[in-house]
């Protein structure tokens, strides 16, 4: 069989060794940093021909492509086998490849997809910036980007990154159907421009100012990765396709509006959108002419996915200081138990309210009136039926989001019991570790699972004010605080972590590694707000 590493030299061989074996016996030099054992990725290549002719992935190589994201075409050559004709690249040639290799701790870098992408951009901002205190400028620029960077957020986009006063945001990294991605980034930029409006009310009573901003939208395919020097990288879009919808946000304000789309995105998009202006424009960088539209507004029930409609809406009533208590809302939901003790989960019955009513919170009964009152609607308007329990769930998932948690995808599939049913049974009020692990345990939670469960209150207070420096961002700060001062702001309940082993350790892995903090928080929310039946069918699945 023929092995052509390219770029490096063909080999002629019959051979059951691993593609590194083969490499290094030829003398290739052929990085493999932990000895070709699959604990690293610097001997991986890409198969450019006769990927068909290589060894399926054995577990150690599908474990580490899993948790890297490795694409079909990327293998590990410490763990591949050939028994044809292939043609191979290696992927880290020097000490330069290996530094940026080993910066990178989550996917591999460097893929092709289609993607929608925004620019805004704050007109005359230079003048602004020149008439005011540094500090007033940051400060109202940071108040802006948190107002509109909560709308790119909402629909679910990605905020790519802050150029002086403009942003730069990227839809469908996630979504693939085009329309929903394309009409998801139009509303966003819709919203943009109205909540331009109340922030101008802001600027004239503050500062006797106001803005205007222009805001572009192309669709296309871009190269996307991780970008910079290996102690200072970001993930972000480059290419043709990011530098149009840059040009197409310039041109706003020569044709005198505030919001333009490539033809591209209005063809995807025309029949659920109302629009404006038609221009024929030059893009800088660009030859030819290019048809701009200018959107007016999108459709009523243009949004053909109702849960979809339902996130945007609870989206907006979620206030981020309030953020822990829609949490607090979905977990004491999901605390209700039968009368013989065995647990129910989530199910938001005809007895339901009246079981919130046990909880001395005020704000979370109004959270749930919110919900209420989004449940009776959709059931008025709409044929498809989605359950209170479903908004419970879905709330609770969306605070964590906003206040910069995990994303934690919940889906309409909880039922609402007709009758009247169970009893909410709180954790109870002790610092008694044991107790408190045994109430969980009959939701089916060990005790690591309790401890990641726990870490929510990073958003929570008590007597002594908020337990953490950070009561509006969801992070691993609870941990750190328990670790640091024996958690002296937090509940008795909060320090009885440390005292058994098996929690301590917990509290220090979340507490030093906050991506498995939201990894294990995200699967044990999941796995209350599914509730005992969901949750054992599956458990029974996974066996």
């Known amino acids: 069989m023929r092995i052509l590493f390219e770029n ?24 493999h940093a932990c000895g ?16 068909e002719h290589l060894s399926e992935r054995n577990e150690k190589e599908s474990a580490l492509a899993e948790r890297k994201g490795f694409p079909e075409n990327v293998r590990l050559a410490c763990q591949t086998k050939a028994f044809g004709d292939v043609t191979l690249r290696r992927l880290v040639i020097d000490d330069a490849d290996q530094i940026l290799a080993s910066a990178f701790s989550g996917k591999v870098s460097g893929t092709e997809k289609a993607i929608t992408i925004l620019f805004s951009d704050i007109r005359s901002f230079t003048s602004f910036s020149e008439s005011h205190l540094p500090y007033d400028v940051i400060h109202i620029l940071n108040r802006y980007f948190q107002k509109m960077g909560d709308k790119v957020l909402k629909y679910g986009g990605v905020i790519d990154k802050y ?52 805001i572009g939208i192309h669709s296309g395919t871009a190269i996307l990765g ?21 040009r197409i946000e310039s041109t706003t304000k020569k044709a005198g509006v505030g919001f333009l789309v490539s033809e591209n995105v209005y063809g995807i998009v025309k029949n659920s959108v109302r629009k404006g202006k038609t221009f024929e424009a030059s893009l800088k960088g660009k030859t030819g002419k ?13 949004e053909k996915d109702p849960w979809q409609e339902v996130r945007y809406r609870i989206w907006d009533e979620i206030e981020l200081p309030e953020a822990g208590n829609w949490i607090s809302l979905a977990l004491y939901s999901s605390s209700i138990f039968e009368a013989d003790g065995s647990w129910i989960g989530l199910d938001a019955s005809l007895r339901f309210p009246s079981l919130l009513n046990e909880i001395q919170n005020p704000r979370i009964r109004e959270h749930l009136s919110s919900l209420l009152r989004i449940h009776s609607d959709r059931k008025e308007n709409s044929e498809t039926e989605i359950s209170l329990s479903d908004c419970i769930a879905l709330a609770g998932a969306l605070a964590v989001e906003k206040a910069g948690g995990p994303k934690i995808n919940v889906f309409p599939e909880r039922h609402d019991s007709k009758f009247p049913t169970g009893r909410m049974e709180k954790e109870p009020e002790t610092s008694d570790l044991r107790e408190i692990l045994d109430h969980y345990a009959r939701m089916q939670l060990e005790p690591k699972e309790v401890a990641a469960l726990f870490g929510a209150h990073t958003l929570g207070s008590g007597e002594r004010g908020n337990y953490t420096d950070t009561p509006t961002a969801f992070n691993n700060d609870y941990f750190k605080d328990l670790l640091y001062d024996g958690g002296t702001r937090m509940s008795a309940r909060d320090r009885a972590l440390l005292s058994s082993e098996e929690t ?18 995200s699967a044990v929310y999941s796995k209350l707000v599914r509730g005992k039946d969901e949750a054992s069918h599956s458990a029974d699945r996974e066996r």
């Open 36 to 51: 070709g054992n699959a604990r690293c990725s610097t001997c991986r290549v890409l198969v450019l021909e006769g990927k």
């Open 8 to 31: 490096d030299r063909e080999v002629s061989i019959d051979s059951d060794e691993t593609l590194l074996q083969i490499s290094l016996a030829e003398g290739i030099p052929h990085l």
């Open 290 to 302: 290019y048809r701009l539209y200018e959107i007016l507004e999108v459709l009523p029930n243009a």
């Open 226 to 246: 991780q970008l910079g020097h290996s102690l200072r990288m970001s993930s972000t879009a480059i290419g043709d396709s990011v530098n149009q919808a840059s």
């Open 163 to 214: 150029i002086g006063d403009g942003l730069m945001a990227l839809f469908g990294l996630e979504e693939s159907a085009p329309e929903k991605t394309n009409l998801a980034a139009i509303r966003c930029a819709l919203e943009m421009r109205a909540e331009l409006n109340s922030f101008n009310s802001y600027l004239k009573s503050q500062f006797n100012t106001r803005f205007e901003i222009g």
């Open 504 to 521: 301590k350790r917990a509290v220090l892995e979340y507490a030093v590694r906050p991506e498995r903090f939201f990894s294990d928080f």
